[in-house]
């Protein structure tokens, strides 16, 4: 059985990764730029998804009030 037919099968743990040898260039270089990244502290992760919540929010208003002019013109 081949190791692709093997992971295939769930015979390897989900970590596992088929490494192509033709491209371990660009996978190094795609794994600095991911390690290159700065992590976010925890506040600036709060704010962000505080600020996303009010982005559904608004956008769940807008919505609301779409659906109301809707039924206001078809009725």
């Known amino acids: 059985m081949s190791i692709k037919k093997e992971y295939d099968g769930k015979c390897f743990s989900p970590n596992w990764l088929e ?3 033709d491209n371990t260039e660009t996978q190094t270089v795609k794994e600095e730029r991911l390690e290159s990244k700065q992590r976010k502290d925890l506040n600036t992760l709060l704010k962000e998804l505080e ?3 009010q982005n559904i929010e608004k ?3 807008k919505q609301h009030r779409l659906a109301n002019l809707m039924s206001y ?3």
Do not use: M, P, R, T
């Open 59 to 61: 956008a769940a208003e």
């Open 51 to 53: 600020e996303i919540k």
């Open 73 to 75: 013109y078809s009725g």
């Open 19 to 21: 490494v192509d040898l």
